[in-house]
């Protein structure tokens, strides 16, 4: 008989879901998915009503989940609440499923276990999607490996610095479309092993990969890549543009995110070009 895992979802007001997550962490809760206003669902996944957050509690056995789903309805009586009961197996299936092989020009970007179906004549990069973000196929990885795709073609050997670097995904790009000096930096020890085990996989293990801070990087870049938060590219924008000698590409942005995030850039002295978007996320192209 194959294992179970039980989901409890709460539908809820918005203002109250830090308080039901916490809860739901006391009562044992695996972990925790959160659709909010601010972050967009991947598609097929139902979205909360105005003024709500979808949270979901993941639990292992029937007996926890029934104790959080009981404490929930008492602090919170007005969420609605519901309790489903799935293979893990099934779980296992569906999250690949969710995770797509892209192809963004010259590159195909995909898992391993789509890697057989990358056509020929693409330059492939294949990414263990494990715990760290970027794995080709969310809009803002896509935008971004578009922008390095566009650059490398007429700057090969240029030097490049990729903040935030995940799995490493746009370093090993720019690498392999004939970036010389790579360095991918994150803050996150997990994206950095991660990162380094895909530069191995990939055949591009001299990309220096580490979490050393920005100040800490020495010299600039002619390409610099910032797929972040729009906070944390407004927060080291001073020290993300003096990194870069030639041109820089901030993602992480939602739409109505641009302004803020070019008006910090702007007073730095650099220039907003042409950037792109994909559904609600925006890409902000800048020359120095």
């Not at 109250?16 to 972990?31: F, K, N, P, V, Y």
């Amino acid at each position: 008989m194959s294992q179970t895992y039980l989901s409890l979802t709460v539908d809820i007001a918005e203002e109250a879901s830090e308080i039901l997550q916490d809860l739901l962490h006391e009562t044992g809760a695996l972990g925790l998915e959160v659709r909010d206003t601010e972050t967009p669902s991947m598609p097929g996944v139902r979205v909360p009503a105005k003024g709500e957050s979808i949270v979901v509690a993941y639990f292992e056995d029937r007996e926890s989940a029934e104790e959080a789903r009981d404490a929930v309805a008492e602090s919170h009586p007005t969420a609605r609440l519901s309790l489903d009961e799935q293979p893990q197996q099934d779980w296992s299936n569906e999250w690949k499923s969710l995770i797509k092989s892209v192809q963004v020009g010259r590159l195909w970007v995909g898992p391993p276990w789509d890697a057989v179906n990358a056509p020929e004549g693409k330059m492939k990069v294949v990414i263990e999607p494990k715990m760290a973000f970027g794995t080709g196929d969310h809009p803002t990885t896509s935008l971004c490996l578009a922008a390095v795709d566009d650059f490398m073609s007429t700057h090969p050997g240029a030097s490049v610095l990729d903040v935030g670097t995940g799995t490493g995904v746009l370093a090993i790009a720019a690498k392999k479309l004939g970036a010389g000096h790579v360095v991918g930096t994150d803050n996150d020890p997990i994206s950095v092993e991660l990162a380094r085990e895909n530069c191995a996989d990939n055949g591009t293990p001299d990309l220096d990969i580490s979490g050393r801070e920005l100040t800490e990087v020495p010299g600039t870049f002619d390409l610099v890549l910032a797929n972040i938060l729009a906070n944390t590219l407004i927060e080291l924008a001073p020290l993300i543009v003096a990194k870069t000698k030639d041109r820089l590409v901030l993602a992480g942005v939602l739409a109505h995110q641009r302004v803020d995030v070019e008006a910090a850039y702007r007073k730095l002295g650099c220039t907003v070009m042409e950037g792109a978007q994909q559904g609600e996320w925006v890409r902000i192209d800048l020359k120095r």
